[in-house]
C-alpha cells in the first residue's frame, strides 16, 4: 500500500509539474519584459558595455521569479488536478481509498520546497540584485557623461546647457556647426553660442572636474529670457572662445561610492536592525519590506493548498473555472496584503497584525475547501459557487441550442470554435493582466502609500496601463488560447472524430484564422486610438506617484531642429504652442541670422502663424528687435506635432511624421523600429496561429504535455529573436525594417512548415 501511494504522489507531481514549469517560464518573460522596458535606453544603447547590460539583465531576474514563483504553483496544480478530474483519474484515486489530505501531501511536499527556495531568494538574491541595479544604473549616468554629445540630437546633460551639434566625430571628439543655448536666471537673460567647430576639453582638479567648451570661429547672441519683456539684444563675433560647464559626473560619482544602501539593498538581518533602531518613515519601510520578503517566501506553500483546495472542492469545474478560482484567490490574497501594509502606514494596525492577516485569511480559505459538509454546512460561498460553475461548465442540454450555429456546409462547428478562442483568449488577457498589475502596484505601492490620495492615482494609473498591457500581452494570450481551444478537443477526442469523418484538419483552422484576423484588426484600433491616449495619461500618472504627488509646474520645453531653423517652445495640443522661439540660420549653417518669438503661435495650411511677436535681426555688426502684429514662417510640415511625446504616445501615422523630421542616429533608428512593429502589429495573430496550431492539431502518440512544451518553446524563442534582432537595430548594426520583418517572415516559414507535416 505504501508502494501504490508514492505512485500516486509521483503521477500526481508528473500531472501538476509541467504546468507549473510552464505557467512559471511565460509569467517570468512577460514580467521580466515589463521590467526590462524601464531600462530600454540601457538595453538599447549603443555606448554601453555589453557587460553592464548582461548584469542588468540577471539583475532583474531574482525579484522577477520571486514574484512569479507562487502564481506559477497555483496556476500549474488548478490546470493539472482540474485535467486529471476531467479524466476521472481523481475519482479512481479516491476509489482506491486515498483522501483529499494523501492527495494534497506530494503538492504540499512541493509549495516546501518552493518556499525554502523564494526564501533563499527573498533573503540573498533580491538584495544583491537590487545593488546591481542601482550601480549599473548609475555607471550608465556616468557613461552617457563621458560622451553628451550626439549629432542631431538635442543634449541638455550639461548644466544650464542645451547643446545641438548638426555634425561631429564622436571617436575623434571633434564637432561642427554647434548651437548652444544657456539661460542666466540671475541677469534673465538667455546667450545663444553658434561656432562652426569645437570640443570638450575635462580635467580633474582638486575641487573635482573642470570641464570646457571649446569653440571656433564662434558668435554670441544675447536676449531676453521672455518674449515680449524689454531687455539688451546684442550679437558679436568671438573667433575662438572657451566657455567654463559644469557637468553632473561628480554628482554620479558620489553616488557610486555613496555606503547607504536602500531598504530593497538590504538583508533580512539588516532589515531588522533598522526595523527596531530607526525611527519615523525609515523604520516604517524596513519593518514593511522584511514583512513583504517572508510573506513572498511562504506564498508558494499557501497557494499549493489554495489550488489543490479549489479542486477537490468544487470537482465539477472545467479548467476555465479553475483558472477563474485562481485568479480571485491571487487578486483577493495580493490586495489584502496591500490593504494590510496601507493600514501599517496609517497606524491603525501593527505591522506583525497586517503581515498576519493574509496568513490569517488564506488559513480559513483553506480550512473551508476542505471542510466537508458535515464540519461545515453549504451556505452562501457554495451557491455562488454553484452559479458561477454553471458559466464555465459545458451542458449536454443546450446542445440542439448550439446545433443552430452548426455550418452549413461542412457540418463542422466553427463558432463553437470561435467561442472556445474568445473564452480562452479574455480569460487569459484577465489572468496574464491581472498578474501584471498586482506586480505593478506592489512596485509602486511604497510611493503611492505615502501620499495623499496616493490609493486612487493608483488605482487611475492601473485603469490607464491597461490598454498597454493588453497590446503587450495580446500575443500571448492568442496564443495561450489557440491551445487551450484545440488541445482540449483534442483530448475530448473531437479532432479524431472530424479526422474520422473526412474532414481535413486544415479545415479547423478556418474558424481560429477568422478569429485572429478579427483580433488583429481590433489590436491595430486600439494602438491607433486609445492606447496614444491612455499612454500619455498613465505615464503622467506615473511620474506623479514616483515623485510622490508633486509635480513640477514648469511647462514642458520642447526642441525641434528643421533644416536652417530650429523651434523652442512650451509643448501644447495639435497646432498650437506657446512661447515660440524660432532660431533661422544662414545658409553656411551656423550662424543665426534672425530669431522669431511670440507668446502663442499655431501651425496652419503649411506656415506657422504668430501673433503679436518679435523679430530680432543678427547681423556681423549687431541685433535690432522689431516688434510686429503677425509673422508668417513657412513650413510645410507641423513641427510640433508630438515631438516631446514617446513612440507609445504616437500612432503610426504620427510616429512617421516625427520620423521624417528626425535628425538624431539613435531617435531615428528608435523610431523607426517602433514604426515597422507598429506596422507589424495587425499580423502578429496570424503568426501565432502558424506555429500553435500545429502542435495544438497534431494528432502524434507523444503527450500533449510535450507538444504545448514545443508551442511555448517556439514562441518564447521568438520572443527572444525578435528582441534580439531589434536590438541589433537600435545599435545601428540593422535597419529596422529587416530587424522588424526578417524574425516574422523565418517563424513564418518556420510555422508554415510544421502545418504542413501535421497529420491530417
Known amino acids: 500500500m505504501k508502494r501504490v501511494g508514492l505512485r500516486i504522489s509521483r503521477y500526481l507531481l508528473t500531472n501538476v509539474g509541467p504546468y507549473f514549469v510552464f505557467s512559471w517560464l511565460l509569467l517570468s518573460v512577460i514580467l521580466f519584459v515589463q521590467q526590462a522596458s524601464r531600462y530600454a535606453d540601457i538595453f538599447f544603447s549603443v555606448n554601453i558595455p555589453k557587460?553592464?547590460?548582461?548584469?542588468?539583465?540577471?539583475?532583474?531576474?531574482?525579484?522577477?521569479?520571486?514574484?512569479t514563483c507562487p502564481m506559477a504553483i497555483l496556476v500549474g496544480v488548478v490546470i493539472g488536478l482540474s485535467k486529471m478530474q476531467g479524466d476521472s483519474e481523481l475519482t479512481v484515486i479516491r476509489a482506491a481509498g486515498v483522501g483529499n489530505w494523501q492527495i494534497t501531501l506530494p503538492i504540499a511536499v512541493l509549495g516546501v520546497v518552493l518556499s525554502l527556495f523564494a526564501f533563499w531568494i527573498n533573503v540573498q538574491g533580491v538584495p544583491f540584485a537590487s545593488s546591481v541595479v542601482r550601480n549599473v544604473a548609475l555607471r550608465t549616468a556616468l557613461i552617457k557623461l563621458e560622451s553628451p554629445v550626439e549629432p542631431g540630437v538635442f543634449n541638455t546633460e550639461i548644466n544650464g546647457y542645451t547643446?545641438?551639434?548638426?555634425?561631429?566625430?564622436?571617436?575623434?571628439?571633434?564637432?561642427?556647426?554647434?548651437?548652444?543655448?544657456?539661460?542666466?536666471?540671475?541677469?534673465?537673460?538667455?546667450?545663444?553660442?553658434?561656432?562652426?567647430?569645437?570640443?570638450?576639453?575635462?580635467?580633474?582638479?582638486?575641487?573635482?572636474?573642470?570641464a570646457e567648451l571649446v569653440l571656433e570661429d564662434a558668435s554670441v547672441v544675447t536676449l531676453p529670457t521672455s518674449a515680449g519683456v524689454g531687455g539688451k539684444v546684442a550679437a558679436e563675433n568671438l573667433g575662438s572662445i572657451r566657455v567654463a560647464i559644469k557637468t553632473r559626473r561628480d554628482d554620479v560619482i558620489k553616488k557610486l561610492t555613496e555606503a547607504k544602501e536602500t531598504p530593497e539593498e538590504l538583508g533580512l538581518n539588516e532589515l531588522a536592525r533598522i526595523a527596531s533602531t530607526a525611527e519615523g518613515a525609515e523604520r516604517l519601510d524596513a519593518q514593511?519590506?522584511?514583512?513583504?520578503?517572508?510573506?513572498?517566501?511562504?506564498?508558494?506553500?499557501?497557494?499549493?493548498?489554495?489550488?489543490?483546495?479549489?479542486?477537490?472542492?468544487?470537482?465539477?469545474?472545467?479548467?476555465?473555472?479553475?483558472?477563474?478560482?485562481?485568479?480571485?484567490?491571487?487578486?483577493?490574497?495580493?490586495?489584502?496584503?496591500?490593504?494590510?501594509?496601507?493600514?501599517?502606514?496609517?497606524?491603525?494596525?501593527?505591522?506583525?497584525?497586517?503581515?498576519?492577516?493574509?496568513?490569517?485569511?488564506?488559513?480559513?480559505?483553506?480550512?473551508?475547501?476542505?471542510?466537508?459538509?458535515?464540519?461545515?454546512?453549504?451556505?452562501?460561498?457554495?451557491?455562488?459557487?454553484?452559479?458561477?460553475?454553471?458559466?464555465?461548465?459545458?451542458?449536454?442540454?443546450?446542445?440542439?441550442?448550439?446545433n443552430l450555429y452548426l455550418d452549413l456546409t461542412t457540418g463542422i462547428r466553427d463558432f463553437d470554435i470561435a467561442a472556445n478562442l474568445v473564452r480562452f483568449f479574455v480569460l487569459t488577457t484577465a489572468f496574464l493582466s491581472v498578474i501584471y498589475l498586482i506586480f505593478t502596484a506592489f512596485e509602486l505601492w511604497k510611493f503611492a502609500g505615502t501620499i495623499p490620495n496616493g490609493v486612487w492615482l493608483l488605482v487611475k494609473y492601473l485603469f490607464y496601463l491597461i490598454p498597454f498591457l493588453y497590446l503587450q500581452l495580446a500575443p500571448s494570450a492568442l496564443m495561450i488560447a489557440t491551445l487551450a481551444t484545440f488541445v482540449i478537443k483534442s483530448r475530448n477526442n473531437e479532432i479524431v472524430t472530424w479526422a474520422a469523418a473526412g474532414q481535413s484538419i486544415y479545415r479547423l483552422l478556418v474558424p481560429c484564422l477568422v478569429f485572429m484576423f478579427a483580433a488583429g484588426i481590433f489590436n491595430w484600433g486600439v494602438q491607433e486610438t486609445i492606447a496614444p491616449v491612455t499612454n500619455r495619461i498613465q505615464d503622467s500618472l506615473r511620474a506623479q506617484i514616483r515623485s510622490r504627488g508633486v509635480l513640477s509646474t514648469r511647462e514642458g520645453k520642447a526642441w525641434v531642429a528643421d533644416g536652417s531653423r530650429i523651434y523652442w517652445?512650451?509643448?501644447?495640443?495639435?497646432?498650437?504652442?506657446?512661447?515660440?522661439?524660432?532660431?533661422?540660420?544662414?545658409?553656411?549653417?551656423?550662424?543665426?541670422?534672425?530669431?522669431?518669438?511670440?507668446?502663442?503661435?499655431?501651425?496652419?495650411?503649411?506656415?506657422?502663424?504668430?501673433?503679436?511677436?518679435?523679430?530680432?535681426?543678427?547681423?556681423?555688426?549687431?541685433?535690432?528687435?522689431?516688434?510686429?502684429?503677425?509673422i508668417r514662417v513657412p513650413a510645410d510640415d507641423n513641427p510640433f506635432l508630438n515631438v516631446a511625446a514617446k513612440p507609445s504616445h504616437m500612432t503610426s501615422r504620427d510616429t512617421s511624421r516625427r520620423l521624417a523630421m528626425a535628425q538624431g542616429e539613435s531617435e531615428i533608428r528608435a523610431l523607426g523600429v517602433a514604426l515597422q512593429k507598429k506596422y507589424s502589429t495587425p499580423l502578429i495573430p496570424f503568426l501565432v496561429t502558424l506555429f500553435t496550431a500545429p502542435f495544438a492539431l497534431s494528432l502524434s502518440r507523444r503527450g500533449k504535455v510535450y507538444t504545448v512544451g514545443l508551442a511555448v518553446a517556439l514562441w518564447l524563442a521568438f520572443m527572444a529573436v525578435s528582441s534580439g534582432f531589434e536590438q541589433a537595430a537600435l545599435g545601428g548594426s540593422l535597419p529596422p525594417v529587416v530587424a522588424v520583418w526578417v524574425p516574422l517572415l523565418i517563424f513564418s516559414s518556420v510555422g508554415l512548415y510544421l502545418i504542413s507535416r501535421v497529420r491530417t
Open 51 to 67: 557587460s553592464l547590460i548582461f548584469q542588468l539583465s540577471f539583475a532583474l531576474l531574482p525579484s522577477v521569479i520571486a514574484f
Open 163 to 210: 547643446v545641438l551639434v548638426r555634425e561631429g566625430d564622436l571617436e575623434g571628439g571633434q564637432w561642427r556647426k554647434i548651437f548652444i543655448q544657456n539661460d542666466d536666471a540671475a541677469s534673465a537673460q538667455t546667450r545663444l553660442i553658434t561656432a562652426n567647430s569645437g570640443r570638450i576639453d575635462s580635467m580633474v582638479t582638486a575641487e573635482g572636474e573642470v
Open 288 to 402: 514593511i519590506q522584511w514583512q513583504r520578503r517572508i510573506l513572498l517566501s511562504i506564498s508558494p506553500l499557501i497557494f499549493a493548498f489554495l489550488g489543490t483546495g479549489l479542486v477537490l472542492r468544487f470537482n465539477r469545474g472545467g479548467r476555465g473555472f479553475g483558472i477563474f478560482l485562481a485568479l480571485v484567490c491571487l487578486v483577493a490574497y495580493y490586495l489584502i496584503t496591500l490593504f494590510g501594509e496601507q493600514l501599517t502606514r496609517t497606524g491603525l494596525i501593527g505591522n506583525r497584525v497586517a503581515g498576519f492577516l493574509p496568513v490569517f485569511l488564506s488559513a480559513v480559505a483553506i480550512f473551508w475547501l476542505y471542510s466537508s459538509s458535515r464540519i461545515m454546512r453549504p451556505g452562501i460561498a457554495d451557491a455562488v459557487g454553484r452559479k458561477l460553475l454553471r458559466l464555465f461548465r459545458s451542458d449536454d442540454r443546450r446542445l440542439s441550442a448550439e
Open 569 to 630: 517652445f512650451s509643448t501644447g495640443s495639435g497646432t498650437k504652442v506657446s512661447n515660440l522661439t524660432v532660431f533661422e540660420f544662414e545658409p553656411e549653417g551656423h550662424r543665426i541670422k534672425s530669431v522669431l518669438r511670440g507668446a502663442e503661435a499655431n501651425w496652419n495650411d503649411g506656415a506657422i502663424e504668430i501673433a503679436d511677436g518679435r523679430r530680432i535681426s543678427v547681423t556681423s555688426t549687431g541685433a535690432t528687435e522689431l516688434p510686429l502684429p503677425s
